[in-house]
């Protein structure tokens, strides 16, 4: 799993509450993303970080804001949640740009009821 | 688990065989392609990738082709073991960038 921990795996939350996710790596690598996972859909990115303090948005960013004050904690919060986003989240990261391979975590199954 | 796999294409090979996994790409500027493997209640595995500046890659036995003139991509596994089963995805990415496109994958199935 390329050193990269997400918690937690599953979580059951309420529609209109604040969910935060949490993703860690050990690579100390500068890239990071979150990717959500849905049935027809594939992966798609909802944002990512190009270092501390640096991130930008995915193409499925509505509804999420992410935070990332150390290298090794990638956080994606869910200000208010809605059954649209119930979904399975995935962290990834990666060494450099210029086309290098991403490295997933197991991902977090989270169900908006 | 976190697998997706409802109502995905199924490839069902015989143990031994070899497996011929294809991807169309849409976007023809994309340069940099990757072949991952998911496992039921497991993130995608990196298998193996290739630049846009080459058509071929091996690695242990798989081997990813690219053409790029009509947009296709193909994983190919030698001897397909049942620990293959699992559901396959291609993904691209532009501008020597890393955010990936990826495909809706495909439910690869090893029989006995």
């Known amino acids: 799993d390329a050193g990269i921990t997400q918690s937690p795996r599953h979580k059951v939350t309420e529609t209109g509450t604040p969910v935060t996710l949490r993703c860690h790596q050990t690579e100390n690598h500068r890239y990071m993303y979150w990717y959500r996972q849905d049935p027809g859909h594939g992966l798609r990115l909802i944002h990512y970080s190009y270092g501390v303090k640096d991130t930008d948005k995915g193409e499925v960013s509505d509804g999420y804001s992410v935070s990332r004050s150390k290298t090794e904690d990638f956080l994606l919060t869910l200000e208010s949640a809605t059954s649209s986003q119930t979904s399975v989240y995935f962290c990834?990261?990666?060494?450099?740009?210029?086309?290098?391979?991403?490295?997933f975590g197991n991902g977090t199954r989270l169900t908006v009821t | 688990g976190e697998s997706v796999g409802l109502h995905l294409p199924t490839l069902s090979v015989q143990e031994g065989d070899n497996s011929i996994i294809n991807c169309a790409y849409s976007?023809?500027?994309?340069?940099?392609f990757i072949w991952y493997k998911q496992e039921s209640g497991k993130g995608p595995q990196f298998i193996i990738d290739?630049?846009?500046?080459?058509d071929k890659r091996q690695g242990q036995r798989v081997t990813v082709l690219l053409n790029k003139t009509v947009k296709h991509l193909s994983l190919q596994i030698a001897a397909t073991q049942p620990g293959d089963s699992a559901v396959y995805f291609c993904?691209?990415?532009?501008?020597?960038?890393?955010?990936?496109?990826f495909g809706t994958g495909t439910q690869l199935k090893v029989e006995l």
């Open positions: 990834a990261i990666s060494e450099r740009t210029g086309g290098s391979p991403l490295h």
């Open positions: 976007n023809s500027a994309s340069d940099y």
């Open positions: 993904a691209e990415a532009t501008g020597g960038g890393n955010k990936l496109t």
């Open positions: 290739i630049r846009s500046n080459m």
